[in-house]
């Protein structure tokens, strides 16, 4: 089941950040993962190549997950154990809104992890109403992210990387 919030609560709150090339864009993964707490839903938005999966390694690191990350080319999710558990969705071969749905995307989302969902866009109606959104955008290695908080929650973990 998603969460609701109040009117009140669904104030958005964004944080741009630009990276210049691949170590920087990791390094910025690894700061967000290290402010992320159980039970958020980080949303990654961005043309193919833009660097989803490079962030979502730094964010791997920041959440000391051990092994290598890389995208569920043939499975749509990868599990990984860290400070906490890391659900790594990648739905860039979804095809229909039922794959997701027999995965049991509700269990990853509400659980004790940390979801990070590559092609978030497919599912945007499945998404949490607060979560962590990440639009990514640029061209060779410069890279241009927009963070937006949806909710009280993400917008507590957006406040500790502004700050």
């Known amino acids: 089941m998603r969460s609701r919030t109040s009117n009140a609560e669904r104030r958005t709150l964004n944080v741009e950040r630009k990276t210049t090339n691949p170590e920087e864009t990791e390094r910025l993964g690894e700061s967000i993962g290290r402010a992320l707490e159980p039970g958020i ?3 990654l938005i961005g043309e193919l190549g833009a660097g ?3 962030l979502t ?3 791997a690191r920041g ?3 051990p092994d290598l990350v890389h995208s569920p080319t043939f499975t749509l999710i990868h599990e990984h154990k860290g400070r906490l558990p890391v659900y790594h969705f990648d739905l860039y071969r979804l095809d229909t809104i039922e794959q997701i749905e027999d995965l049991g995307y509700e269990d990853y989302f ?9 092609w978030a866009e497919k599912i945007q109606g499945l998404l949490p109403d607060d979560r ?6 640029g061209e060779d290695d410069a890279r241009d992210f927009t963070l937006l908080a949806t909710g009280p ?3 507590r973990i957006l406040s500790r990387l502004a700050a």
């Not at 659980?111 to 590559?118: A, D, L, Q, S, W």
């Not at 962590?132 to 955008?137: A, K």
Request: no cysteine; hydrophobic share 40%; glycine share 10%.
């Open 153 to 155: 929650n993400s917008q």
């Open 52 to 54: 989803k999966t490079t």
């Open 41 to 43: 839903v980080v949303a």
């Open 110 to 118: 509400n659980g004790p992890g940390v979801t990070i969902v590559e």
């Open 132 to 137: 962590l959104e990440i639009r990514i955008s």
């Open 63 to 65: 959440l000391d997950v």
């Open 57 to 59: 390694k730094g964010i």
